[in-house]
C-alpha cells in the first residue's frame, strides 16, 4: 500500500488533521483531547483496514487475470456484492467468458480448416496422379491410335473434375467469408427447375432415365434466381448420379401459408440410415458414392440454400429411393 503515492498523501492528511483536531480538543480540555486522539486513531486504522482488504482482492482479481491470460483456469470472479470493485470484477468476468469463447471458435476454425485443407489434398491427388501416369504413357509413344485417344479422354476428364472441385471450392469459400451478395427478387420456380435441369438432360439421357416435373406453372420464390439454381443443380446431379439406368426422378412443389417445399424424389439405391446425419457435410462420401464424387455437391446446395432463409432435409430406405425436402420460407423463421 505505501507504494501507492496517492495512499501515502491520504494518509500523510489524515495524519495532520489527526494532530490538530487533537491538538484542539487537548486545549479545550485533556479529556476530550484523548477521546478525540483515540477517535481518529481508530478512523485511522479502519481506513487503513479497508484500503489493505481492497488491495487483497485486486490482488486475487491480477492473479485470477493472469492466470487466464497464460491460457489457465477459466476466471470466474462473479460477484452479487454491491460497489464498484464488485462491477469491475463483474464486468471483467463478461469479457474473459467473452474472449474464451472467440478463443474456442477460432481453435474450430483452425481445425475446421486443417480437416479441409487434408480432404482438399486427398482430392486432388488422385486425379493429379491418374493424369500424370497417363501423360507418361502417352509421352512413350508406340501407342495405338485407339489407346491414345483413351488416354487423352481420361486426361480431359480428370482435368474437368478437378477444374469442377476448385470452382465449387471457390464458390464455397466465398460464401463461408460473406463476399456473396444473394439477392432478393421474385422468379417463377419452375424456370429455376428447368435451368437446373438443362446441363443433366444428357447424362439422364444416356441412363435411360425419366424425368418428371409437377407443380404451379405460377409459383414463384424470393431469393437469388442464378444461385437458387445451383443449389438445384447439385442436388439433381447427385439423384442423377445415384438413379440406376432406367429408373425415375420426380420433381414436385406446393405452396403452404408458411413455405414453398420442393420435393425431388428418385428411385436410385438409397441412404442408409448410418449415413443420413452426415449426408451434408463436405467431402462426405458415402458407401455407394461414384468414383468421380468428391462429396460437396450435397453441402454446397444447403449452404445456398441456408443463406437464402431456405433448408433441405432427406428422408431416405437403403434400396428404396431417396426425396430431398426443400424448404423455402417465406418469412424469418
Known amino acids: 500500500m505505501l507504494r501507492n503515492s496517492g495512499f501515502r498523501r491520504m494518509l500523510a492528511g489524515f ?13 479545550l480540555d485533556p479529556r476530550a483531547g484523548w477521546i478525540t486522539l483515540g477517535g481518529m486513531l481508530a478512523g485511522l486504522g479502519g481506513f487503513c483496514l479497508h484500503t489493505a482488504l481492497r488491495y487483497r482482492e485486486i490482488r486475487r482479481l491480477s492473479e485470477y487475470l493472469a492466470a487466464v491470460r497464460n ?16 462491477i469491475l470484477k463483474n464486468d471483467l468476468y463478461k469479457l474473459t467468458v467473452t474472449l ?6 477460432l481453435a474450430r476454425d483452425k481445425n475446421r480448416l486443417s480437416d479441409a485443407l487434408a ?6 491427388k488422385t486425379p493429379l496422379t491418374s493424369i500424370r501416369v497417363l501423360s507418361e504413357l502417352l509421352a512413350a509413344g508406340g501407342l495405338a491410335e ?4 483413351t488416354f487423352t479422354r481420361n486426361v480431359s476428364g480428370q482435368l474437368d473434375r478437378i477444374e469442377w472441385l476448385v470452382s465449387s471450392l471457390l464458390k464455397l469459400s466465398r460464401i463461408d467469408a460473406g463476399a456473396v451478395q444473394f439477392r432478393r427478387e421474385r422468379f417463377p420456380l419452375s424456370g429455376a427447375v428447368r435451368q437446373a435441369l438443362t446441363p443433366l438432360l444428357i447424362p439422364a439421357e444416356l441412363r435411360e432415365q425419366c424425368l418428371w416435373i409437377q407443380g404451379d406453372e405460377g409459383t414463384e420464390l424470393t431469393g437469388d434466381p442464378a444461385w437458387t439454381g445451383e443449389a438445384l443443380m447439385n442436388v439433381l446431379k447427385n439423384c442423377v448420379e445415384h438413379t440406376p439406368r432406367g ?5 414436385s412443389w406446393r405452396e403452404t401459408s408458411l413455405h414453398t ?3 425431388i424424389l428418385d428411385s436410385g439405391c438409397g441412404i442408409g440410415p448410418e449415413e443420413l446425419p452426415r449426408i451434408f457435410e463436405r467431402f462426405y462420401r458415402g458407401k455407394n458414392a461414384s468414383p468421380d464424387s468428391v462429396g460437396i455437391g450435397l453441402a454446397m446446395a444447403r449452404t445456398i440454400l441456408r443463406n437464402q432463409n431456405a433448408d433441405i432435409q432427406v ?13 423455402f420460407y417465406k418469412g424469418i423463421v
Not at 491460457?71 to 464488485?86: A, F, M, Q
Not at 480432404?119 to 486432388?124: K, V
Not at 437403403?318 to 430431398?324: D, I, K, R, V, W
Open 261 to 263: 417445399e420442393l420435393r
Open 71 to 86: 491460457g489457465g483456469r477459466r476466471l470466474d470472479i462473479r460477484d452479487n456484492r454491491e460497489g464498484e470493485l464488485s
Open 247 to 251: 429408373g425415375s426422378i420426380l420433381i
Open 315 to 327: 428422408k431416405s430406405v437403403l434400396g428404396e429411393g431417396s426425396c430431398f425436402l426443400l424448404r
Open 100 to 105: 474464451q469463447e472467440q478463443s474456442e471458435l
Open 15 to 27: 495524519g495532520v488533521l489527526t494532530a490538530v483536531c487533537a491538538g484542539a480538543a487537548f486545549l
Open 146 to 149: 485407339e489407346k491414345r485417344r
Open 119 to 124: 480432404d482438399i489434398s486427398h482430392q486432388l
